[in-house]
């Protein structure tokens, strides 16, 4: 599996694109989801692409949730929203964002103004905690977009050494709107 063998690999920039169904109802969340569902972000409506994000990476490879953004020591500055523990050994930082541009198409100029931002402040986000490697999961609503965003991902790959880019399209508006309630 990409993912997994990117996330073993020193210095290695890596995109990855997915596709992921969300029956809502039936989808049960578990420990490290429910914990952001319960404490939150620092600002913004995050939380559900937050806790599918970390259901999702311990799903696929057996992440598991060690601090969440609000249990981040935060120093002035970027942040990160949860950091992770793969096989006891590798921490990972992790940003989530949303690729979506609300009444229009999404554009290039739409991707690489949100991959400058958040690849940015990833890797200089002092959360007190030694950060192994970055993931950058950005969720989509459609192919077209995952392919625009894609597209312009691979311009930052050799300023971002130790990043992987999971790019995810999803079939749920919750997502982007944070207003659905995800049964745990």
């Known amino acids: 599996m990409i993912l997994l063998n990117s996330l073993i690999q020193p ?3 890596t995109v990855i694109s997915n596709n992921v169904g969300i029956t809502h109802g039936l989808i049960k969340l578990g420990n490290g989801a429910n914990r952001i569902m319960t404490t939150g972000n620092n600002g913004g409506s995050s939380e559900y692409s937050e806790a599918l994000s970390i259901e999702l990476f311990n799903r696929l490879v057996g992440l598991n949730l060690v601090k969440t953004e ?3 020591k935060v120093a002035e500055g970027p942040l990160l929203d949860y950091a992770a523990m793969y096989n006891n050994a ?3 930082g992790v940003s989530v964002t949303r690729a979506v541009a609300f009444n229009r198409p999404y554009t290039k100029y739409d991707a690489d103004k949100l991959l400058k931002r958040k ?6 986000a002092n959360q007190g905690i030694q950060i192994d490697k970055y993931i950058l999961h950005i969720w989509t609503q459609s192919g077209k977009t995952a392919s ?3 597209r312009i991902t691979r311009k930052y ?15 749920t508006d919750s997502i982007f709107f944070n207003k659905y309630p995800l049964r745990s």
């Open 11 to 13: 210095c290695m920039f």
């Open 70 to 72: 609000t249990e981040m």
């Open 90 to 92: 590798l921490t990972v």
């Open 119 to 124: 690849l940015n402040a990833m890797v200089k």
């Open 148 to 150: 625009i965003v894609k």
């Open 157 to 171: 790959a050799k300023d971002y050494k130790d990043v992987i880019v999971l790019i995810s399209i999803v079939n």
